[in-house]
């Protein structure tokens, strides 16, 4: 701590360093070309923001734009100091103001342009977006210490705070690195998480379930070793994971069992290949494709246009349909009808069966079948079977659509879809018949 007071110039250095002239137009310099690039930035923000839209540039990459407008203002002002100091120079005048400025100038503007460069990289709307002014500053702050020299005392002044636990000793310096490589670390596993993600998808030897289980492992693993390498960098003992893990322990017996079991659940499933991007599925009331399997849940998308987010323990414990699971389409198709007694049977299969081959979407091998399935209340029970292998559009159109020529068919052959019946009948009162009870009715009613 006392190093980094003996940093402070002295009251003698003060006087001298503003008593000079040369100190004085390097400070004016240096505000004139901050203010003159402030308002050029505003100015040019004003003009390349409605170009920078989507659609709106053509043959030029909006990263490119956008790139060059974020790091131009620095650039801008960094040329400015520096003919400053080469006039200055030639004037024989002092530049030692001028010099570092140019330095925190220069580092900047590549800063600023590198994070937006890499922020794009791994996607324009990433979570890295929000972050993205937080980590330039936290850069350029480490850069500007490391050029004024003040980097060695400032790492000494933040040792000197520490807690003690046991033989472990934490200090405000290593929680300080620890955050900052692990960020560090984790934006470069992200970056290599994405690389691999995208060859991975490309291979045309594993398949989709394999593919999906590659990646989250290999994500995990580099999360993993990203924080355990930034805890050894960062100087913490790896003996104080026992504290953490004991205390991890207690969070998965007390409420995190759900979370844990569906994160397993889903590395189960992406080996398995039971249930996969692009299968259809029956899940509850829900019928719709898989569209992404998650760490903690996988997205169904019905028929009605909704997304339902579904845990994987649910994908793994409970009984699902999936319409996709063997690779096949094929899927058989019951519909039940019943007919009139006063109809014959014969000759409403042979009608079920002729509106089944005239229907596109019914497979002709295996053929359709009509069955007389029994003798119900009300009618004869028949069901026609039948096999599709187009499920783009749901198994509930191509009933409809049978249905709905079934009853046009029905209607111009004279067949009867009978409706359920009740008979009531009403039994006449039986007489009375002489006994003691009539006689004692007949004495009340005289």
Do not use: C
């Not at 933040?158 to 033989?167: P, Q, V």
């Not at 050894?232 to 409420?255: C, E, K, N, Q, S």
């Not at 007389?372 to 159109?397: C, P």
């Not at 409809?400 to 008979?423: H, N, T």
């Amino acid at each position: 701590m006392q190093d980094l007071f003996d940093l402070i110039p002295s009251r003698e250095w003060w006087r001298a360093f503003f008593g000079a002239p040369d100190t004085w137009w390097q400070l004016a310099l240096l505000g004139l070309g901050i203010g003159a690039t402030w308002l050029l930035g505003r100015y040019l923000r004003g003009r390349l923001e409605p170009i920078t839209k989507p659609g709106v540039v053509t043959g030029v990459s909006r990263t490119a734009v956008r790139t060059t407008a974020i790091a131009l203002i620095p650039a801008l002002l960094w040329l400015w100091l520096a003919a400053g100091a080469a006039v200055f120079r030639k004037l024989g005048m002092a530049s030692d103001v001028l010099r570092p400025a140019m330095l925190l100038v220069g580092a900047a503007a590549v800063i600023r342009a590198g994070v937006f460069v890499l922020r794009h990289r791994f996607s324009p709307g990433s979570r890295l977006k929000a972050w993205e002014g937080v980590l330039t500053t936290t850069i350029w702050i480490l850069v500007a210490l490391h050029i004024l020299g003040w980097l060695p005392l400032v790492t000494e002044m933040l040792d000197e705070y520490a807690l003690s636990f046991g033989k472990v000793r934490v200090s405000l310096y290593n929680l300080v690195s620890f955050a900052l490589i692990t960020a560090f670390l984790l934006l470069a596993a992200l970056w290599i998480s994405n690389v691999l993600h995208r060859r991975t998808m490309k291979s045309a030897v594993l398949d989709a379930s394999m593919k999906l289980a590659l990646t989250k492992l290999t994500t995990f693993t580099l999360g993993t070793a990203a924080v355990l390498g930034a805890m050894v960098a960062a100087g913490i003992d790896l003996t104080a994971l026992a504290v953490f893990g004991g205390a991890l322990g207690v969070g998965l017996g007390l409420g995190l069992q759900r979370v844990v079991s569906n994160f397993v659940s889903g590395f189960i499933l992406a080996f398995e290949g039971s249930i996969r991007p692009g299968d259809r599925i029956n899940i509850g009331n829900h019928y719709g494709e898989v569209r992404a399997l998650h760490a903690r849940h996988a997205v169904v998308h019905t028929e009605d246009g909704l997304d339902v987010l579904v845990p994987n323990e649910i994908l793994l414990t409970a009984e699902i349909t999936n319409w996709s699971y063997a690779g096949d389409q094929k899927v058989r198709i019951r519909l039940p009808v019943q007919i009139s007694y006063d109809d014959d049977p014969d000759k409403v299969s042979a009608l079920l069966l002729q509106l089944a081959r005239e229907n596109a979407l019914v497979l002709a091998d295996p053929e359709p079948v009509a069955l007389v399935t029994g003798f119900g209340d009300h009618g004869i029970q028949l069901e026609l079977r039948g096999w599709i292998d187009n499920l783009d559009g749901g198994v509930a159109d191509v009933r409809s659509e049978l249905y709905r020529r079934m009853w046009q068919a029905f209607q111009a052959a004279g067949i009867s879809v009978p409706y359920p019946q009740r008979e009531v009948r009403l039994r006449e009162k039986p007489p009375e018949t002489p006994g003691p009870a009539s006689d004692i009715s007949k004495r009340r009613s005289e």
